[in-house]
């Protein structure tokens, strides 16, 4: 999925007040976590996503791949948090600007 700038300020200013409703703790990428990241999309469509990892490297991974298997766009990763979103078919309850 392929947004705008335009559009991702639009969703960072959707997720500032959002709490994160996913966890990736020690254990790391579960398949567990997966099905409840989806989940959580499908309810929400714009979800924070808090990672528990030791390194950088290891949390761009874990994040890269947590999108790849959800199919989400990544809006914006900030020190442990990331902020991923995936529209609703065909009636997605977030309208995004043109652009």
Known sequence: MSLSEKQ???LRGRAHPLKPVIQV???GLTAGVCT???R???DHELIKVRVQAADRAARDA???E?????ASALVTRIG???VLFKPRAPLSRIPLPEG
């Open 62 to 64: 874990v994040i890269a």
């Open 80 to 82: 442990h948090t990331a």
């Open 66 to 70: 947590l999108v790849r298997q959800t």
């Open 40 to 42: 959580a999309l499908a």
């Open 25 to 27: 703790g020690q254990n």
């Open 36 to 38: 409840e990241t989806m």
């Open 8 to 10: 991702l300020r639009y």
